[in-house]
């Protein structure tokens, strides 16, 4: 079998518009059968003949469009000795002049036969079961819309394929069903776009990028065939992928050679029909597209199977290079080829199997090339290539584990090749690669992510930090030194009511004649504010540090800024609740025992003045002299008045403590509840953003 190029068919249709010459292909064996090319494309011009006596003048197709002419056996003498016209057929080469008086016999013929093509073309599609419409193109034959350059290995377009499942399945027959993912690997999906949603607000798009990439990439192979599995040949300049490309086919599809490099663009081959979208995905050309050699045993073993020949990874052209990157990224598979020379490159090693260790499980690596190694130099090779792979972290799939398969083989003498057939066959078979690899991409996604949401520490807001807060807000304003002040206020409103009238009027004089400059000075109110406001920035901050402790950086940064954001303004918030739920204004309330404890002091103070003036009224003559019983009461008044203060004094420290604990309470909780709703409740809600991310996280990776 020979495969012709490209560049061989644009040489060939360039000679026919010039007139030089006719280009035509025919098999060596004479006219090329209907199997072998796949399908038979009719004449723009109006005459066919398609089979029988007005079938055996010629098989016309594009006279002098793309100038593929075709015949069965009319036209032998136009090919030459051997039946090709190709410029590269050796002896089977005619003149310029020779194929110019050929064309015009040919071109004769086919004009004679536009009378008769009409009926030609009725009979083949009733005995086909349908009726062909004569194509209204001109007489002569304009370019053609599609050309087949006679390759077994035919060229397929998506209109040809879709026209093949037709054929062989009904007009109404449902298209390929579409890749289904299984529960676990849609629930990791679901989580990580879950995950990308909640991380919006708090992560560069860079950073979500790849996983973003991936949902894509999963939702678009999804939605096409599930019965084909994509596998690219990639491999270093000289490796032989071309070669093992065209060995699994059965047919010289790409070009090999020693020319470097020989792979300048991908080439697609389908071994079944419905790949068309998979191979559009991407990006082949319908030009680039092959089928394998017609083999039943070959259909069978490796139906589904959609074979991409990569250039080389390590090109010196930078187009070729992008390509094998973008669709790395997405195929289902990937068989490497590596070459005894340079199976340990250092490029292969650090730039695609390191990073791509993790889809171990849909990948071949393949020695090529060891028909050049003597004797057991290939079992040598072999085991130290596995020892490189080993420290990239490629799993090997040996002893039944799941890992990547390691073959030795020669694409040139077939030797292996066999078992690489059955190992792709099987993989094949199985339909699960496309699920495997998006599973990978997710894994590879989620490791990437891990610094961005994963942490070895214990973190989140626990109550002794929450607790400090508070008790650093309520130093902020004065919490203790205000129950303290209500406490003494308490107890002096209580020495008020029950100290004696001549110890209070003494003191009254006292702070009279007590000259100001021997108090201690009171800090000026400003000084107080800036002292409360630095208190304050120091707990947010003490705050800020602990509850970010542990966290990734991202979500560590947008802890403290929401703890930043919520201390603006807080101070300020802090001083209004202060003097809302400070001392209320006027005196303390009195307990029920003050009227009686003022009634002792009343009474006191009433003996010393009867017996005061019971004495006065003795001494001027105006009573009886009698100085037991006005001493008496007297003496009583003295001492009683004081006793009766102590006892009160004593009896109103615990309502004054009372009143001074409750005062401090009622403070520290307005100062809780502003930090609380201002600082608190935002950080803890950027804590509980990142528990569920950090949960999805989870799901992501696997782990509950």
């Known amino acids: 079998?020979?495969?012709?190029?490209?560049?061989?068919?644009?040489?060939?249709?360039?000679?026919?518009?010039?007139?030089?010459?006719?280009?035509?292909?025919?098999?060596?064996?004479?006219?090329?059968?209907?199997?072998?090319?796949?399908?038979?494309?009719?004449?723009?011009?109006?005459?066919?003949?398609?089979?029988?006596?007005?079938?055996?003048?010629?098989?016309?197709?594009?006279?002098?469009?793309?100038?593929?002419?075709?015949?069965?056996?009319?036209?032998?003498?136009?090919?030459?000795?051997?039946?090709?016209?190709?410029?590269?057929?050796?002896?089977?080469?005619?003149?310029?002049?020779?194929?110019?008086?050929?064309?015009?016999?040919?071109?004769?013929?086919?004009?004679?036969?536009?009378?008769?093509?009409?009926?030609?073309?009725?009979?083949?599609?009733?005995?086909?079961?349908?009726?062909?419409?004569?194509?209204?193109?001109?007489?002569?034959?304009?370019?053609?819309?599609?050309?087949?350059?006679?390759?077994?290995?035919?060229?397929?377009?998506?209109?040809?394929?879709?026209?093949?499942?037709?054929?062989?399945?009904?007009?109404?027959?449902?298209?390929?069903?579409?890749?289904?993912?299984?529960?676990?690997?849609?629930?990791?999906?679901?989580?990580?776009?879950?995950?990308?949603?909640?991380?919006?607000?708090?992560?560069?798009?860079?950073?979500?990028?790849?996983?973003?990439?991936?949902?894509?990439?999963?939702?678009?192979?999804?939605?096409?065939?599930?019965?084909?599995?994509?596998?690219?040949?990639?491999?270093?300049?000289?490796?032989?992928?071309?070669?093992?490309?065209?060995?699994?086919?059965?047919?010289?599809?790409?070009?090999?050679?020693?020319?470097?490099?020989?792979?300048?663009?991908?080439?697609?081959?389908?071994?079944?029909?419905?790949?068309?979208?998979?191979?559009?995905?991407?990006?082949?050309?319908?030009?680039?597209?092959?089928?394998?050699?017609?083999?039943?045993?070959?259909?069978?073993?490796?139906?589904?199977?959609?074979?991409?020949?990569?250039?080389?990874?390590?090109?010196?052209?930078?187009?070729?290079?992008?390509?094998?990157?973008?669709?790395?990224?997405?195929?289902?598979?990937?068989?490497?080829?590596?070459?005894?020379?340079?199976?340990?490159?250092?490029?292969?090693?650090?730039?695609?199997?390191?990073?791509?260790?993790?889809?171990?499980?849909?990948?071949?690596?393949?020695?090529?090339?060891?028909?050049?190694?003597?004797?057991e130099a290939a079992e040598q090779v072999l085991d130290d290539l596995r020892r490189l792979l080993d420290e990239d972290g490629i799993a090997l799939g040996e002893y039944g584990e799941p890992g990547a398969t390691v073959l030795a083989l020669s694409a040139l003498t077939g030797d292996g090749l066999g078992e690489l057939r059955e190992a792709l066959g099987q993989f094949v078979a199985e339909r699960g690669a496309p699920a495997r690899r998006i599973a990978a991409d997710v894994d590879a996604a989620a490791w990437r992510l891990r610094p961005v949401y994963a942490t070895g520490r214990r973190t989140g807001l626990s109550e002794e930090a929450r607790d400090d807060f508070a008790a650093r807000l309520a130093d902020a304003v004065g919490a203790t030194a205000a129950g303290e002040a209500a406490e003494r206020a308490w107890l002096r409103n209580a020495n008020r009511a029950c100290g004696t009238p001549w110890l209070r009027l003494w003191r009254w004089y006292q702070d009279r004649r007590e000259p100001p400059t021997g108090r201690l000075p009171l800090r000026a109110q400003p000084d107080e504010e800036a002292t409360a406001r630095q208190r304050v920035e120091q707990a947010v901050r003490t705050l800020a540090d602990r509850a970010s402790a542990g966290l990734p950086a991202p979500w560590a940064q947008a802890v403290r800024e929401a703890a930043v954001r919520g201390s603006q303004g807080l101070p300020e918030a802090l001083d209004e609740l202060t003097a809302r739920a400070g001392l209320p204004p006027g005196r303390p309330p009195r307990p029920g025992w003050w009227p009686a404890a003022v009634l002792a002091q009343a009474s006191m103070t009433l003996l010393q003045v009867v017996g005061g003036l019971w004495l006065v009224g003795q001494i001027v003559g105006v009573m009886a002299p009698n100085l037991g019983v006005p001493v008496l009461l007297m003496v009583a008044g003295i001492i009683g008045g004081p006793l009766v203060e102590w006892s009160c004094r004593m009896a109103a420290r615990g309502p004054a403590r009372r009143y001074g604990v409750e005062a401090e309470r009622r403070l520290r909780e307005a100062a809780s509840g502003c930090g609380r709703a201002r600082v608190l409740d935002p950080v803890a809600a950027e804590l509980l953003r990142y528990r569920e991310v950090r949960e999805q996280y989870g799901r992501v990776v696997g782990v509950g």
């Not at 199977?305 to 990874?313: F, G, K």
């Open 1 to 375: 079998m020979t495969a012709v190029t490209d560049q061989d068919h644009t040489e060939r249709a360039g000679d026919a518009v010039s007139g030089d010459a006719v280009p035509g292909e025919v098999a060596s064996g004479g006219a090329v059968s209907e199997d072998q090319q796949g399908r038979v494309e009719e004449p723009e011009s109006e005459g066919e003949a398609d089979s029988g006596g007005e079938a055996e003048h010629a098989r016309v197709e594009g006279v002098e469009g793309m100038g593929d002419v075709r015949g069965a056996k009319d036209v032998e003498g136009a090919e030459g000795g051997d039946g090709r016209s190709d410029r590269g057929s050796g002896s089977g080469r005619a003149d310029a002049g020779h194929a110019r008086e050929e064309a015009a016999r040919v071109r004769d013929e086919a004009g004679r036969a536009r009378g008769e093509g009409g009926r030609v073309r009725e009979e083949a599609g009733r005995a086909r079961g349908d009726v062909v419409e004569a194509p209204g193109g001109p007489a002569d034959g304009d370019s053609a819309d599609s050309w087949d350059d006679g390759l077994i290995a035919r060229r397929v377009t998506a209109e040809t394929e879709q026209a093949a499942v037709v054929e062989a399945r009904g007009h109404n027959a449902p298209p390929a069903a579409p890749l289904a993912y299984d529960g676990p690997l849609r629930s990791r999906l679901d989580a990580l776009r879950e995950l990308i949603g909640l991380s919006r607000t708090r992560l560069d798009s860079r950073t979500l990028a790849e996983a973003g990439q991936v949902l894509d990439e999963a939702a678009a192979r999804r939605r096409l065939s599930g019965q084909h599995t994509v596998v690219a040949i990639a491999g270093a300049t000289g490796s032989g992928k071309s070669q093992l490309f065209n060995s699994l086919a059965g047919v010289a599809i790409s070009e090999t050679g020693v020319r470097r490099p020989t792979t300048a663009a991908p080439i697609a081959c389908s071994w079944s029909d419905g790949s068309a979208s998979l191979i559009e995905r991407l990006g082949i050309p319908p030009r680039l597209r092959r089928r394998p050699l017609q083999s039943a045993e070959s259909e069978a073993q490796l139906r589904g199977l959609v074979l991409i020949d990569l250039p080389d990874h390590d090109s010196a052209a930078v187009q070729h290079r992008e390509h094998v990157d973008r669709i790395l990224a997405l195929v289902d598979a990937v068989i490497w080829v590596v070459d005894p020379e340079k199976y340990a490159d250092a490029i292969l090693h650090e730039r695609y199997l390191r990073p791509m260790a993790g889809h171990a499980e849909v990948m071949f690596i393949v020695l090529n090339q060891i028909d050049r190694l003597p004797g």
